[in-house]
């Protein structure tokens, strides 16, 4: 007779069992990713348990989180994202302000990354947020671009604020959109492959 094999979760411990053997799977490696989300063993604070999920493929994450009403989005450097999450500061830049888009992926004109990452903020936890009215931009005169779709706030707390991260760890080729600047028309944009939440942000290696 063939024995049946099939995995449960035990959720008072939160990690994969096998039924059969009754012994957990192997985590003992501390450089492993069990679960595959991106974060070795020693860093996941449940490695083998699917239901704590703190960093998720895009795709999954994206139909969440692509709502205009709810959230908007700071491009970035990886690290610059964890810095600002750690000090808990929004801080303003050379303009007085801090910038956002409503788009999850914006081309930042002018500015490239080697590590792409995008801050996602709740719309509603940014205190006096307000929209670039590009009809007059005497009033922000560094904010040039429409197909930014900018917003703008002065510094302040970071923490309630920031929903989570995402990795922009591919690239593609696309041509730039009618509206948007630049001498070519073609440009290689990085691509949004993992989103990152909680503890994670600080454990989570970029793998651009």
Same mark, same amino acid.
């Given at each position: 007779?063939?024995?049946?094999?099939?995995?449960?979760?035990?959720?008072?411990?939160?990690?994969?069992?096998? =039924?059969?053997?009754?012994? =957990?799977?192997?985590?003992?490696?501390?450089?492993?990713?069990?679960?595959?989300?991106?974060?070795?063993?020693?860093?996941?604070?449940?490695?083998?348990?699917?239901?704590?999920?703190?960093?998720?493929?895009?795709?999954?994450?994206?139909?969440?989180?692509? =709502?205009?009403?709810?959230?908007?989005?700071?491009?970035?450097?990886?690290?610059?994202?964890?810095?600002?999450?750690?000090?808990?500061?929004?801080?303003?830049?050379?303009?007085?302000?801090?910038?956002?888009?409503?788009?999850?992926?914006?081309?930042? &004109?002018?500015?490239?990354?080697?590590?792409?990452?995008?801050?996602?903020?709740?719309?509603?936890?940014?205190?006096?947020?307000?929209? &670039?009215?590009?009809?007059?931009?005497?009033?922000? =005169?560094?904010?040039?671009?429409?197909?930014?779709?900018?917003?703008?706030?002065?510094?302040?707390?970071?923490?309630?604020?920031?929903?989570?991260?995402?990795?922009?760890?591919?690239?593609?080729?696309?041509?730039?959109?009618?509206?948007?600047?630049?001498?070519?028309?073609?440009?290689?944009?990085?691509?949004?492959?993992?989103?990152?939440?909680?503890?994670?942000?600080?454990?989570?290696?970029?793998?651009?």
């Amino acid at each position: 007779m063939k024995l049946f094999q099939y995995k449960k979760v035990n959720k008072n411990v939160g990690g994969y069992f096998n =039924s059969t053997i009754g012994k =957990s799977l192997n985590t003992s490696n501390p450089l492993r990713d069990n679960d595959r989300d991106g974060v070795i063993n020693m860093h996941d604070c449940q490695p083998n348990n699917p239901f704590k999920k703190e960093v998720l493929p895009w795709e999954v994450a994206k139909k969440k989180l692509l =709502s205009k009403d709810k959230y908007l989005y700071h491009k970035t450097e990886f690290h610059t994202a964890k810095h600002i999450i750690k000090t808990n500061k929004l801080k303003a830049g050379a303009g007085g302000h801090f910038s956002m888009s409503e788009d999850y992926n914006p081309n930042v &004109i002018y500015k490239e990354y080697n590590n792409p990452t995008v801050l996602v903020l709740e719309k509603r936890k940014l205190k006096g947020v307000k929209k &670039i009215d590009y009809n007059k931009l005497h009033e922000h =005169s560094d904010i040039k671009f429409k197909s930014e779709k900018e917003w703008i706030i002065k510094s302040q707390p970071a923490k309630k604020a920031v929903k989570g991260i995402i990795l922009n760890e591919t690239t593609r080729i696309r041509k730039l959109n009618p509206d948007e600047p630049g001498m070519s028309r073609t440009i290689i944009a990085s691509q949004p492959t993992r989103y990152v939440t909680g503890k994670d942000i600080q454990r989570v290696k970029f793998k651009g």
